[in-house]
């Protein structure tokens, strides 16, 4: 009965560390601003209030800053660029992601399946490339994008994010493809096809779940990537939501609500992600299914 | 076990474009940094004179440099163990029957996925010293009066970035933990069990054995992860107050591109490089037996 407690307790205390910041991000984007900056903290003695998604998505300005001079709380265009953000950043993540499925798995599928002079070499080098550190690069990418005339481009952050997600996803396949029975793939070999349509016709459709994994998993780095979306798309044409966020943070002319509301509209992409897709492809990696 | 695959020519239509990508964007730039760090690059002069190592020299004698560099250390050497430990916790926990666990699964995964630069925000609103939660909570439970200045204060800066680092971190190195986890053989804790070993017992004689290579990845993963933290901080503290939270990552941001000297960047980000390579190296040690185990 303790040990039932304890678990107990313990799974709240998890619960309320992983989702209390989430929580207090939506809480605190419905709270009109005057109650929020309080001081002793009186949170609930307004109503809450929608009017600041409102001001992101139409410029329609909350009531509460036309009516009192005293009251009036400070507001900034800058929120304004968050519907533009989460266009550029879906629609950046959407094409790494399409590229590591296609690329990714093509060069898994070699690791995985052919035997050639170099294979491990080249492999740990894709593999290795990763693990240098982001910030070593920031110079000689600017000049190399710069060079290339792509800066503030949404393409130089396709290519960019790209480099930086294609190593996971070559190693996650590769392993994977390794995992598929080689049987099935020596049976169409059999039956006359070539290494490129057994490739298309069998191990791809085998694979779906696991390219949807790996591909979820590219688009929320993309999604996520800050460094060099700062460095190479500065201006408001490329900003990310991540860029926008940051800027925002330091910001000191944008009500406290309304940043909240636009780090909720950020969050919602990734809470949907998570939630309904990811997990079920985690726990299909994890434990291949069996239930223990 | 490779022989049941014929040798083939070297696949270059397979993995021409994975590599076109990594060779024009990681070994090239990196050489390209290289190069870049012999010359003084300043981005508001027009000339480039090559200066060989003394923009190392220059970055090497700088009290910012070391500042930035004990600081990431001290961060990384904190956080990754922590991170791991608490992460071991949570894995056990989710592999423990109890109702509700699939509403806890389905959520413990958030941190991981939220943008860097998002987490820090949202630990922003929670440490904020005028209408931080944190204060807003402590003054109604009357524990304190004033509020308390978390990012001013250098030290509790510091915890402040380590809390929220290892927030974002739990979830990853919990999955790995997890199923690290479910390959321990369930017959082990019986027989431990029967042998008399208490939880704790277990815990030491079973579990640890059994997932000590995962524990081992995770933690050089996660001080690699903790060397080269940066969206975090920006975020969160901007490197502040001075440079109390300013990381390695975010000191060559600020190098770059705020000083504009380019050719100072360069050489910190190859310093930076040779000091993860000394990592890399011990990582290429242990993962290749992990995958093998794995497969």
Not at chain 2, 70 to 76: D, K, P, R, Y
Request: charged share 10%; aromatic share 12%.
């Amino acid at each position: 009965m303790a040990k039932r407690i304890f678990i107990y307790i313990a799974a709240l205390v998890v619960f309320l560390f992983a989702v209390g910041p989430l929580a207090l991000t939506l809480l605190g984007s419905v709270i009109p601003a005057a109650s929020l900056l309080s001081v002793p903290p009186v949170w609930f003695d307004r109503k809450p209030t929608l009017a600041y998604y409102d001001y992101i998505f139409t410029g329609k300005v909350p009531v509460a800053y036309e009516l009192r001079g005293a009251e009036r709380g400070m507001i900034t265009q800058e929120v304004r660029q968050v519907p533009r953000g989460l266009r550029n950043s879906s629609i950046i993540a959407v094409a790494v992601m399409a590229i590591n499925v296609v690329f990714g798995s093509m060069a898994a599928y070699s690791f995985a399946r052919m035997r050639f002079r170099g294979k491990s070499v080249t492999f740990s080098g894709i593999v290795m490339c990763r693990l240098l550190p982001a910030a070593a690069l920031a110079v000689p990418f600017y000049l190399i994008i710069q060079g290339l005339g792509l800066l503030d481009t949404r393409l130089a952050l396709i290519l960019v994010h790209s480099i930086l997600t294609l190593p996971f996803t070559v190693l996650i396949l590769t392993l994977f493809f390794r995992s598929i029975p080689l049987e099935i793939e020596e049976a169409a070999r059999i039956d006359g096809a070539d290494p490129w349509r057994t490739f298309w016709r069998i191990t791809l459709p085998l694979s779906a779940s696991s390219m949807v994994a790996t591909g979820l998993f590219a688009f929320m780095l993309s999604y996520s990537e800050f460094l060099y979306s700062n460095i190479l798309g500065g201006g408001e044409r490329t900003r990310t939501l991540p860029v926008i966020m940051a800027a925002l943070s330091t910001n000191t002319d944008v009500a406290w609500p309304m940043f909240m509301a636009a780090v909720f509209i950020t969050l919602i992409p990734t809470v949907v992600l998570v939630i309904v897709v990811w997990n079920f492809v985690v726990e299909g990696i994890i434990f291949g299914g069996s239930k223990y | 076990m490779a022989s049941k695959y014929e040798l083939v020519r070297y696949p270059i239509h397979w993995l021409f474009p994975v590599l076109i990508l990594v060779i024009i964007f990681t070994i090239y730039p990196f050489g390209y940094a290289i190069y870049t760090s012999l010359f003084r690059i300043l981005v508001v002069l027009p000339t480039r004179p090559f200066v060989g190592l003394k923009n190392y020299a220059k970055v090497i004698a700088s009290p910012y440099f070391w500042e930035a560099l004990t600081n990431t250390l001290i961060f990384a050497v904190i956080t990754a163990p922590i991170t791991v430990v608490i992460s071991l916790g949570v894995a056990r926990l989710l592999l423990t029957r109890f109702t509700g666990r699939g509403v806890l699964r389905a959520v413990v995964l958030l941190p991981w996925a939220i943008p860097g630069a998002v987490a820090g925000v949202l630990w922003l609103w929670i440490f904020h010293g005028q209408y931080g939660v944190l204060n807003a909570l402590l003054y109604r439970l009357g524990i304190i009066r004033t509020y308390i200045q978390f990012l001013k204060d250098p030290r509790l800066a510091k915890v402040c970035v380590m809390v929220a680092h290892i927030w974002t971190q739990i979830p990853f190195v919990s999955v790995l933990l997890m199923a690290a986890l479910t390959t321990i053989n369930k017959e082990l804790y019986e027989a431990a069990e029967v042998d008399g070993a208490g939880a704790f017992r277990r815990l030491l004689s079973v579990t640890i054995p059994g997932i000590q290579g995962m524990m081992i990845v995770a933690l050089i993963y996660e001080l690699i992860i903790g060397i080269t933290a940066y969206d975090l901080v920006y975020s969160l503290t901007g490197g502040g107050p001075g440079g109390a939270t300013t990381l390695l990552s975010y000191y060559i941001w600020q190098e770059s591109f705020t000083q504009l000297n380019f050719g100072n960047g360069s050489a910190l980000g190859v310093l930076v490089a040779l000091l993860t390579l000394v990592l890399i190296t011990t990582i290429l040690r242990v993962i290749p037996n992990e995958i093998m185990v794995r497969d």
